[in-house]
Every structure is written in C-alpha cells, then in structure tokens.
C-alpha cells in the first residue's frame, strides 16, 4: 500500500540524523581517549574517561550545581534588565524619529565600544562579583534586543497604526495591538541571539574577577593547570549552551506560529 511504503523511509529520515551524530560524537571521544597520552601529552588534553570522573564527582558533592545556579541566576537577572530597557528605549525611538534621529550616534558611539574595554570601569563602580556580572550582561543584551526592537517597531505597516487610529485606539491600543504584535518577529530575533550572548558574557565575567559560577570553575582548574577539570567546566557549558539553543528553537517557533500560518491560519 502506498502508505506504507511512504512511512518507512520518513521513520528512517526522522533518525538518521541524530544517530550520525551520535556516531560522530563516540568515534571523536574514541579517538580523543587513544591519542591522550600517546600523540598528545596527557597533560593538555587530558581524557573523556577522566573528564567524565570530575564530572560526575561535582555532580555527587554539589559543586556543579552550586556553581552553575550563580551562572544562571546572573544571566536571568541581566538579561532581564538589559532586555526590559532595550524594548523600552527602542519602543520609544522606534516610534519617534526626531528622538532617534538625536540618540542613535549616542547609542551607535557606545554600541561599536569593544564591550571588555569597560570591564575596568565597571569593576571601579560596581566592583567584583555579581554587581559586575549583571553589568556586563545587561550591556550586551540591551544592544542586541534594543536594534532588534527599533527596527521591528519601524518596520510596522503605517497602515494599520492609521486604521487603529480611525476606529478610536488610544496609544495603549496602538502599542499593545499594533507595534508590539508586528515588531514580535524582530523580538524574537533578538532573543534567540541575545539569551546565549547572556550566558557568555556572565561566564567571561565570572573569569575575570569571581570566586563562584561556571567561569569561575573554568579559571580555577586552568589556573591548577588541571586540564580534566577545565573540559570538565567547558563541557558543561557546552552542554547548558546546547539545551539553550533548543529550548528557544522550541520557543519561538511557538510564539511565530501565527506569522507562519499567514492569514490563512488565523
């Protein structure tokens, strides 16, 4: 029957993918496990076997969590604070050319500053620590969620903020039904490049100057010269960036499926 004979390759299809990247993934561990200590010194490379050992020995005692729950809860805190003030300076320069026409060479100056030439500033007015953290993740999530969101605010049909205007809409009915909804797609944009940016910039604070956090575990064991608890921290972080990246995959194909549906769909 011809639905069957279509059901077999797509079940093929659907695992193919990951179990070649499954494969890739054991035979590069394989290979890292058999050069390490015979074509490379141990002692930069260290092992996946040793490597798994520190890991799951900071799961067990607590280290892990203790520092990955200071990482994440810097970058939610930032993210929050530099993303609620980008939507709302690039809501308000978004909708109001003359204002944007006088801050955007301010904002474009501070935007194409290298972001750790300020690290020593930050450091003089809000110390070391988290003050420090949420400072540098504030400053990079307000820059990339503020242009996502002034463009997206510009980018709306003057059409429809001219018909909510005939039909009675206050300005509330205009950003809430209107600019806000239209600009959603440059929103989201931004938060799927802005919430890992989060992340990084945390955990490049957290080397620089911190005694908690998964940067902190990175600079400690480097500093030990203790490369299995270095992969150990680098892979944790690959491994949280990667659930990040999926998790937002899932999240805003959820919060665009309207625009993907078109018109049709509503």
Request: aromatic letters at 10%.
């Amino acid at each position: 029957m011809p639905v069957e004979s279509d059901a077999v390759p797509k079940k093929r299809s659907r695992w193919t993918v990951p179990m070649i990247r499954l494969a890739i993934v054991i035979g590069v561990l394989a290979l890292w496990e058999l050069a390490s200590g015979r074509v490379i010194d141990e002692f930069f490379i260290s092992r996946p076997s040793e490597i798994a050992q520190v890991w799951v020995r900071w799961v067990g005692d607590g280290t892990l969590w203790y520092n990955a729950s200071s990482t994440f809860l810097s970058a939610a805190i930032g993210f929050a604070l530099g993303g609620t003030a980008a939507i709302v300076v690039g809501y308000v320069l978004g909708g109001s050319p003359r204002l944007a026409e006088i801050f955007e060479p301010f904002i474009t100056s501070i935007y194409s500053l290298p972001k750790l030439a300020l690290v020593p500033l930050f450091v003089m007015w809000f110390g070391i620590g988290r003050p420090l953290q949420l400072a540098i993740c504030g400053l990079v999530v307000f820059f990339l969620m503020f242009y996502n969101t002034y463009y997206g605010i510009r980018d709306v049909d003057r059409g429809l903020i001219d018909a909510m205007r005939v039909m009675g809409g206050s300005k509330w009915d205009i950003a809430t039904r209107v600019r806000l909804p239209s600009a959603l797609v440059w929103v989201t944009a931004g938060l799927k490049l802005s919430v890992p940016q989060a992340l990084v910039a945390v955990v490049v604070a957290e080397i620089l100057a911190s005694n908690r956090g998964l940067g902190h575990l990175v600079a400690l064991n480097s500093g030990q010269f203790n490369s299995a608890g270095t992969f150990a921290a680098v892979a944790t972080l690959l491994l949280v960036g990667i659930v990040i990246d999926r998790l937002l995959a899932v999240a805003t194909r959820r919060a665009l499926i309207w625009k993907q549906e078109g018109p049709a769909g509503r």
